[in-house]
């Protein structure tokens, strides 16, 4: 029952970053706080009321493993901080879910849910390119003016200064050169700092840049994030369902 109830608030948090995500393109902080620390609670008390410790720590350790792979995947530049604190909430909710009608799994359920959503991306991702294309537009950049930039948006091309004269690229070709000031970097996982903003849109207005900067074109990862864990609570591992049906 216990479970179920936890299921529900994953399924109910996820409902509310999904429109937030769609909305305003950020998962709020109080959304996936509460949900962690409603997870942790929860497993702490049930356990210790039933003198099963690991249970009593399941919630905590869940949240910790899922942050660490969450993070790993910030880094990467794949997922914003909401998406990490969201599936770190999966993790303090439903460390060790089972799914009903189900093989026992060896691994926590947070992961069943990165299984589900990286597979149910692939045809997503598909459909949405196809309609970028038939637009007109990138898949990967957006155009956008410089002076309408906003702190964390992640660049799609590299602006730095040499010899006192401003340059564009799309990355560096091999050794980053010394003596340069970078303006804007795609590498940068956390997208451009509020400096950077600053700076950017004094040279525009110093005539120095042209008002335009190609944006990385990103997709909100909370609705996959969302269907994966949909899939994973009412049915289970879409990952081994694929394995077993080559064998």
């Not at 029952?1 to 994953?10: D, F, K, N, P, S």
């Not at 997870?39 to 009593?56: E, Q, R, T």
């Not at 942050?67 to 303090?92: C, I, M, P, R, S």
């Not at 045809?123 to 196809?130: E, F, G, N, S, T």
Request: net charge positive; proline share 4%; aromatic share 14%.
């Amino acid at each position: 029952m216990i479970q179920g109830v936890l299921a529900g608030a994953a399924l109910a948090g996820s409902a509310i970053a999904v429109y937030t995500d769609l909305r305003w393109r950020i998962i709020p902080n109080w959304l996936t706080y509460s949900l962690i620390g409603c997870g942790i609670l929860v497993h702490l008390v049930w356990g210790g009321l039933n003198g099963d410790w690991w249970n009593a720590v399941s919630g905590a350790l869940g949240a910790g493993f899922a942050f660490l792979l969450g993070y790993a995947l910030w880094l990467t530049g794949g997922w914003a901080g909401g998406d990490v604190k969201l599936f770190t909430a999966y993790g303090a909710l439903l460390p060790f879910y089972q799914p009903p009608g189900t093989y026992q799994l060896l691994y926590p359920f947070f992961i069943t849910v990165l299984f589900n959503s990286l597979i149910l991306a692939v045809p997503v991702i598909a459909v949405y390119a196809l309609v970028r294309k038939i637009l007109g537009k990138s898949v990967f950049y957006d155009i956008v003016r410089i002076t309408e930039l906003e702190e964390g948006m992640i660049p799609a091309e590299l602006i730095y200064e040499k010899n006192g004269k401003i340059r564009r690229t799309r990355s560096w070709l091999g050794i980053k050169p010394r003596g340069v000031k970078i303006y804007a970097d795609p590498n940068r996982a956390a997208g451009l700092s509020r400096t950077q903003v600053r700076v950017l849109k004094r040279l525009v207005r110093q005539r120095k840049l042209q008002n335009r900067l190609k944006l990385k074109r990103g997709m909100p990862f909370a609705p996959l994030l969302a269907l994966g864990l949909l899939v994973g609570v009412f049915y289970g591992d879409l990952y081994w369902t694929i394995v077993f049906s080559f064998l």
